[in-house]
């Protein structure tokens, strides 16, 4: 019996063993494909190109991107604050309209006409990326409606990708004022541990059992500006809406539904977008105490 018993304790002990050497095995085996995958990491995802999808109907603020502020169109202001990043190897416009066109190719920057049938800024990026005539390994979709984005930011959210090969997309979040807790307007963010999202909502989250915002809890705002391995945009374009990101009205929650990964940075930032015409006079005070050209 006590042979039995300790033959059974061997072959379990050796069952052990396989198991962690598989998994040693494997992990080994992940990492150096990995390592081989980033090629050095220099060359893994290094060409970049910026892409601002601009449309001129909207339902809450029609022809948002040729509004003025301190004298020029917001979507020259938002070109010209994206040209300033490092890792971008060239920055277009992504349009439906003539209007906008014709304004951008007046300050100098370069367009590419898309189909109205674009759902979203995404899809947009999408048919740019198909039309310019270079390829890019990741596409930055930059917020028309953000004129004081700052080019680190756009150069972070890039790094991260080139960074996190098992992820397809990257985002920034920044502190939340607990006074946009409540505003759908200001998209809300829940990351994981690894820096990986969870979940982008436009209610509060986490949601508390009192029913109001935490004055303590470190919410984070989403920011709008994504980026994405160039290969896995086409594939986005090519997925079915889903159900909660038409519920949300969310795009990038169609990439956490099937099952892809995002990776997110914090950043210091005093989130800035132009999403009603009241806040182009928000805008317009801010760069006046702050002397902004």
Same mark, same amino acid.
């Given at each position: ?46 060409? +970049? ?107 972070? +959210? ?28 200001? +998209? ?66 169609? +990439? ?38």
């Amino acid at each position: 019996m006590s042979l039995s018993s300790s033959s059974s304790s061997s072959s379990s002990s050796q069952k052990t063993w396989i198991v962690h050497g598989i998994l040693a095995g494997t992990a080994i085996a992940a990492a150096i494909g990995a390592r081989a995958y980033l090629g050095g990491s220099r060359k893994f995802r290094s060409r +970049v190109v910026g892409i601002i999808p601009a449309r001129y109907a909207s339902s809450r603020f029609e022809g948002k991107p040729l509004v003025k502020i301190l004298g020029k169109p917001m979507i020259q202001r938002t070109w010209e604050r994206s040209k300033l990043a490092s890792t971008l190897d060239h920055v277009v416009v992504a349009t439906d309209d003539e209007r906008i066109a014709d304004c951008c190719r007046g300050f100098g920057a370069d367009v590419i006409m898309t189909s109205e049938s674009c759902r979203n800024g995404t899809e947009r990026c999408n048919e740019a990326l198909e039309k310019l005539e270079k390829k890019y390994d990741v596409v930055v979709n930059i917020q028309g409606d953000e004129p004081l984005i700052e080019p680190e930011i756009i150069d972070g +959210v890039v790094k991260a990708l080139q960074l996190a090969p098992d992820a397809v997309f990257s985002t920034a979040v920044t502190s939340l004022k607990p006074e946009d807790g409540l505003d759908p307007n200001r +998209v809300k963010c829940v990351v994981d541990n690894r820096g990986y999202a969870i979940y982008f909502s436009r209610g509060l989250i986490p949601y508390n059992k009192s029913g109001k915002v935490n004055s303590d809890f470190p919410y984070m705002l989403h920011l709008g500006i994504q980026s994405f391995d160039s290969k896995f945009l086409k594939v986005y374009s090519e997925l079915q809406p889903t159900p909660l990101q038409l519920e949300e009205d969310l795009e990038q929650l169609k +990439v956490l539904e099937n099952g892809y990964r995002m990776k997110v940075i914090k950043v210091d930032h005093e989130a800035h977008g132009v999403d009603t015409p009241d806040d182009v006079e928000k805008i317009e005070s801010l760069m006046r105490e702050r002397n902004l050209p």
